[in-house]
């Protein structure tokens, strides 16, 4: 037999145990506002520099996530004519390579809708390519706009990229939303970050590092009086 005490300390842990697991889905459930507002914070510049990525001007997260796919992709490429481009570029993680004047209008569009370039064009450098681009964002939406018919929430970039000294330029699109093939289940599965710029991932890492016996470490002073706090240290 079990002593008489025993149901007293169960219920007790048991309770203390919900109450921390209770706190960590609450800080996993805010991480990724916290990691959202660390990077506007840090990146409260009126430009853009990474190590293989400059801009004059500040660009948003998923505009370096955007350029940092161009740069680790455009080596690999193959050039497609234009007219052999198809509807299987609305499969998500496409990418086609022209080197004949492209424009977003040959890109295919569906019954009910059609694709809406941004307002605003983005110019930035690949470093490494000594590459300047300029590019943008491409988004649906209805055809008409008094039909109850939905329409798929596609994400699409076009890139303009040409090679110093000046030379003619290529052009580029990527299906960053689209069509969830098996694959890019498969690839989502096994990599959850796949959809984070190096930046961001890069930001996240140093959140969620911590050295318990390092008192300069902020989460060092993280209010508990036990050890729960280790359990951020990934």
């Known amino acids: 037999m079990y002593p008489a005490h025993w149901p007293t300390k169960v ?7 919900k109450r921390h697991f209770g706190r960590l889905s609450e800080i996993w459930a805010n991480l990724n506002e916290i ?6 914070l840090l990146s409260n510049t009126n430009m853009t520099r990474t190590k293989r990525i400059t801009s004059k001007e500040r660009l948003l997260p998923e505009y370096i996530r955007a350029l940092e796919f161009l740069d680790s992709s455009l080596d ?3 050039a497609t004519p234009v007219e052999d481009i198809s509807d299987s570029i609305w499969n998500e993680g496409s990418v086609l390579m022209f080197v004949e004047q492209f424009s977003a209008r040959y890109i ?3 019954e009910n809708w059609r694709w809406n370039q941004t307002k605003s064009r983005k110019q930035a450098s ?5 590459a300047t681009v300029n590019f943008f964002k491409l988004s649906t939406r209805k055809r008409n706009t008094n039909t109850s018919a ?3 929430g596609f994400k699409m ?3 303009e990229i040409t090679f110093q000294p000046k030379g003619e330029p290529i052009y580029v699109v990527w299906c960053e939303k689209g069509i969830k093939t098996p694959e890019v289940e ?3 599965e096994k990599d959850p970050l796949c959809n984070l710029s190096h930046h961001e991932i890069a930001m996240l890492h140093e959140i969620t590092k911590c050295d318990a016996q390092n008192p300069n470490d902020p989460l060092y002073f993280w209010p508990s009086n036990n050890s729960f706090e280790g359990l951020l240290c990934l």
């Open 11 to 17: 219920t007790m842990h048991a309770r203390l145990a």
């Open 35 to 40: 990691v959202t507002i660390l990077f506007h």
């Open 76 to 78: 690999s490429l193959v």
């Open 108 to 110: 295919p569009s569906g």
């Open 126 to 130: 690949l470093v490494t390519k000594k």
């Open 150 to 152: 939905s329409i798929p």
């Open 157 to 159: 970039w076009q890139f």
């Open 186 to 188: 498969q690839k989502k």
